[in-house]
C-alpha cells in the first residue's frame, strides 16, 4: 500500500492557482507527527516547501511561497492540502507529499527532506508564462 498519494497538479499560466491533495494511509494517520510537501524540478535539489504538525496545526514555509501557498490538514479524512496561488513559472516541479511518526520537539515542523520516512509518487505542476 502506497503510503501516501498525492492528486491536484496540472498545467496553469502565470498568477493562476492550484490545489494539491495528499491522501495518506490508514496505517500512517495514527502515528503521524508531521506533513509536509516538497518539489524537485528538473536539475535540482528536492525542497522543502510547506510543512504542519499533525497536533496544534503548527505550519512553516519556504520563503519562495509564503504568502502564496497555504497548507492545511483534515485530520478526520487523513487529508493534507497544499493550496497554491498566484503561481509563477519558477513553481513548476514534481510535487511530493511526505510524513514522518515519532516525537517533534520543534514548535515548526521541519522543511528538511532527512526528517521525513514516508513520500508518494509526487504529482506534476507546470506554470506558464
Known amino acids: 500500500q502506497v503510503p501516501l498519494v498525492e492528486s491536484g497538479g496540472g498545467s496553469v499560466q502565470a498568477g493562476g492557482s492550484l490545489r494539491l491533495s495528499c491522501a495518506l494511509a490508514s496505517g500512517l494517520t495514527d502515528s503521524r507527527s508531521r506533513t509536509a510537501w516538497f518539489r524537485q524540478a528538473p536539475g535540482k535539489e528536492r525542497e522543502g516547501v510547506a510543512a504542519i504538525l499533525t497536533r496544534g496545526d503548527s505550519t512553516d514555509y519556504a520563503d519562495s511561497v509564503k504568502a502564496r501557498f497555504t497548507i492545511s490538514q483534515d485530520t478526520a479524512n487523513n487529508m493534507v492540502y497544499l493550496q497554491m496561488n498566484n503561481l509563477k513559472p519558477e513553481d513548476t516541479a514534481i510535487y511530493y507529499c511526505?510524513?514522518?511518526?515519532?516525537?517533534?520537539?520543534?514548535?515548526?515542523?521541519?522543511?528538511?527532506?532527512?526528517?521525513?520516512?514516508?513520500w508518494g509518487q509526487g504529482t506534476q505542476v507546470t506554470v506558464s508564462s
Open positions: 511526505a510524513a514522518a511518526a515519532g516525537l517533534w520537539v520543534g514548535s515548526k515542523p521541519p522543511l528538511n527532506k532527512h526528517a521525513y520516512s514516508a
